[in-house]
């Protein structure tokens, strides 16, 4: 079978040697000689013509248009990794995938760059595949009828160098996960996008001295003298941007939350009693946000806290990231802190168990995480949701020239996907939801996120599901409102606010 690999130096594309195109002596091209010459006994005279070329295909997000893969529903991953102890050495890996077509496919393609690819079995039998762009595009011995279960099995590397594009995290004692947006597919072959949400099993053996952790339960741990084989599953469905997988000298405190629910971390042993302080304090914040939009929806929760500067911090589904500068050497204050960790536990509801259905949709995550990280911070700090609002009204005008608004978020710039992450899906959205609660009101504001996470949970949601929502319970209608909130250009006036103004887009903005 043919190889094909990535040159970590360089843009992380999967790339084929010419070898690897599918040869003429394919299943496929066997059975249309037969068929030619068939036809040439029937006075039928044809010339056999190759396939097309694998071509990169995509969902059609309008942010990230070759991002997933059209044809299949992906049920479920198993995904086993191999450690052997080197964090710039990339891992042995399986992925294998349980999917069910949507259509009938003669190809099958996968988002998948940045490894090497040994094998593809389709449903058990070998299948020949090809690079195009960053998909695997794989080619079944026999084409695949629609509605038909499909198992795909990749033999891959996953190789954890070049890590700035995403992907893996390089920490001080091994390595985490940070896939957001589109960087899933840099570590495991994948339907990339956060609309085909499906379980996950991992399977991890590294070096018996560290420690493994990744989303939902642990099912299995097996030592095999120099290595020990972990095993999770999670309970819930999970988009592939949230998948985690940390790796390293950890140790792993548990406690119980809210309701008997298990809290788990993982932190860098060393830090373990520097860091207790901050980790007590995650089965209050889960019970303040349950008193405001119902219950947790996971199985479990907790802080992966790495020795990394990845200069952000990220929700991934049960197990947080955040990096130890955060907490440890006192650079931050505690409220701001408190505040940080309410973001990324809010995002449990608004973004992992509700994702959004396109990339255009992520304001719903981010203003909903930053709406409840700056209530937060109002009710037990003192910093005011309103302050923090009128200041962000005088810069929106400012966020949406630069980035779009907030439901029609400009893409990233070439080469840096993760600037989609602007002010304007962050605070600026937030300022949406604050605009929403004076116009209908607290009581009927307080009962749309309720219902929102509860409707939609374990499932996606576009903008106009919220929209539509929100009209539903207000009882009235709110297109204008959202018209302009959402898509204009220039930010609508406050209600309830007619002295807040906005900084002129050409001046500058201070304070």
Known sequence: MPSISTDPRGPAAVRAPRSSRFPASSPGRRRLRAVLLAAASATLVAAALPPPAPVPLGIGDPLFPHLGNPGYDVQSYDIAFTYRGSNTAPLD????????????????????????????????????????????VVQPALPLPAGSRLRITVRHTSDPRGAAAGGWVRTGDGLAMAN???????????????????????RIT??????????????????????????????HPMATELAQVSIGDSAVPTREGPRGLPVRDVVPAADRDELEPWLRKTPGQIAWMEGKVGPYPFENYGVLIADADTGFELETQTLSLFERRIFAGGLFPEWYVDSIMVHELAHQWFGDSVSPRAWSDLWLNEGHATWYEALYAEETSGHTLEKRMRQAYRRSDAWRADGGPPAAPEPPAPGEKISLFRPVVYDGSALVLYALRQTIGADAFDQLQRAWVRTHRDSTATTADFTALAARIAGRDLDDFFRGWLYAEKTPPMPGHPDWTVVPTSTPVRG
């Open 93 to 136: 890996a399986v992925t294998t995938i349980d999917a069910r077509t949507t259509g009938q496919l003669e190809r099958v393609n996968l988002d998948f760059t940045h490894g090497t690819v040994s094998a593809v079995e389709v449903n058990g039998l070998p299948a020949e595949f090809a690079a195009a762009g960053e998909d695997l």
């Open 206 to 235: 590294a070096p018996s001295e560290l420690t493994a952790v990744a989303n939902g339960l642990r099912t299995g741990r097996e030592v095999n003298g120099a290595t020990t084989t972990w095993a999770y599953r999670t309970v």
């Open 180 to 202: 957001q947006a589109d960087a899933g597919h840099r570590v495991f072959p994948s339907n990339d996008h956060p609309s085909d949400k499906a379980h996950f099993t991992f």
